[in-house]
């Protein structure tokens, strides 16, 4: 099992340009969500989605899309970035929304110049 | 809104000389309280669920215990590999988006050696 992967690890961005940031998992979980950690800051939750082709908005959804195609994969795109957009994003995946033992990916460094 | 306060930010530890880190929180019907441990560049990684007040729970050198306002992560006997970040969180009936959770912004452990 490879758990929860991210790519890249690692990002600089323009303001403007928009990227894709992936995560996958293989452990057949159902309830999977994007984190945001700023210095200073708890993390804070973008988008979340309870199983393929549902998803919906967390806490600081604003300039964030996501999509979930398959059980797998729940890519979260940047549409056009902003500075205050440079964060370490976390994909984070469980088992189902009723069973919170949840389990995160190494993470993304986005710097957004 | 579901609060998560951490104390201390930081704590610096001489090997073996054993401490407690706090949990406040505030929650509209708790679902469950969740310690994870970060090494830097890395993931949070999940080390415990508490779910009602009296309950603990063990890991190694660690242990936690939740009481209707706080939880606290004992560390016993402290070596250099528990020097970490270690974050709190809750999960509410109703907050953090749909299941969600709610992060504190963590306790910085040093333990020298």
């Known amino acids: 099992n490879a758990g929860v992967t991210q790519t890249p690890k690692f990002q600089v961005l323009k303001t403007g340009q928009s990227m894709t940031l992936q995560c996958a998992q293989d452990?057949?979980?159902?309830?999977m969500s994007w984190y945001r950690q700023d210095p200073g800051m708890g993390l804070r939750l973008i988008h979340y989605?309870?199983?393929?082709?549902?998803?919906d908005q967390g806490e600081v959804p604003n300039g964030y899309n996501v999509s979930r195609s398959t059980t797998e994969d729940f890519p979260l795109r940047l549409l056009s970035a902003a500075p205050s957009q440079t964060s370490v994003y976390f994909c984070?995946?469980?088992?189902?929304?009723?069973?919170?033992?949840?389990?995160f990916g190494p993470g993304t460094r986005l710097t957004v110049t | 809104e579901d609060q998560v306060t951490q104390s201390p930010e930081a704590l610096r530890l001489q090997e073996g000389e054993s401490s407690s880190l706090n949990c406040s929180y505030t929650?509209?019907?708790?679902?469950?309280l969740f310690w994870y441990r970060q090494d830097p560049g890395k993931g949070p990684e999940f080390l415990f669920t508490?779910?009602?007040a009296g309950e603990e729970k063990e890991k190694e050198r660690l242990k936690a215990t939740l009481t209707k306002k706080e939880s606290f992560l004992h560390i016993t006997a402290p070596k250099p590999e528990d020097s970490a970040t270690y974050l709190c969180?809750?999960?509410?009936?109703?907050?953090?988006?749909?299941?969600?959770?709610?992060f504190g912004k963590g306790t910085h452990l040093i333990i020298q050696p």
């Open positions: 989605s309870v199983g393929a082709g549902i998803t």
């Open positions: 929650v509209s019907g708790l679902r469950g």
């Open positions: 508490l779910y009602s």
């Open positions: 969180a809750v999960q509410g009936v109703t907050g953090g988006g749909a299941d969600g959770l709610t």
């Open positions: 984070a995946s469980r088992p189902d929304r009723w069973n919170n033992e949840q389990y």
């Open positions: 452990m057949n979980h159902e309830y």
